[in-house]
């Protein structure tokens, strides 16, 4: 819970309006295929997903 709730970004809102983007046009267009993008930007905003490939350094601690 503490994941959802911390370290909201531009990033973050940026995919959480997407979300809602995508959803407003799936109603109002009848395009199943925007739920689609809806859940997915939905997801990555909730959850905090969507680094790319070596974007999300993890520290690296010594085992000394």
Do not use: D, Y
């Amino acid at each position: 819970m503490n994941r959802i709730r911390s370290n909201w970004h531009f990033m973050r809102f940026f995919r959480l309006a997407l979300a809602v983007f995508s959803g407003w046009q799936a109603v109002e267009t009848g395009q199943w295929v925007f739920w689609l993008f809806a859940v997915f930007f939905l997801l990555q905003a909730i959850f905090h997903f969507g680094c790319g490939p070596k974007g999300c350094s993890v520290p690296k601690k010594s085992n000394l």
